[in-house]
Nanobody, 121 residues
């Protein structure tokens, strides 16, 4: 599967962004989908993940209640709705796909290019 992320940008603290991840290739619904982020000087972390159907999700504690992952299997696209953004959310965000356990970061082996999210305070 090939992944193409888009929708990052510059936003003021408290604002919202909705990056998307378009997939092509093998059947999109066969993959769990995740959004990772990597801030300067920090390790990459799994921020949000969705099961193949979208019925189950995972969020890292720091984004719970602010971020929502969703997917449209008919459009082969995943989304990350980010609300109430904080300066500490500034990072390069990557979408990724796995045929393994969707909430386990180590299982992801298909990656899109990153999209930069900058939150200005």
């Amino acid at each position: 599967v090939q992944l193409q992320a888009s929708g990052g940008g510059l936003v003021l603290a408290g604002g919202s962004l909705r990056p998307s991840c378009a997939a092509s290739g093998r059947t999109f619904s066969s993959y769990g989908m995740g959004w990772f982020r990597q801030a300067p000087g920090k390790e990459r972390e799994l921020v949000a993940a969705s099961s193949r159907s979208g019925s189950s999700t995972y969020y890292v504690d720091s984004v719970k209640g602010r971020f929502t992952i969703s997917r449209d299997n008919a459009r082969n696209t995943a989304y990350l709705q980010m609300n109430s953004l904080k300066s500490e959310d500034t990072a390069v965000y990557y979408c990724a796909a796995t045929m393994g356990t969707y909430y386990a970061a180590r299982t992801y082996n298909y990656w899109g290019q990153g999209t930069l999210v900058t939150v200005s305070s």
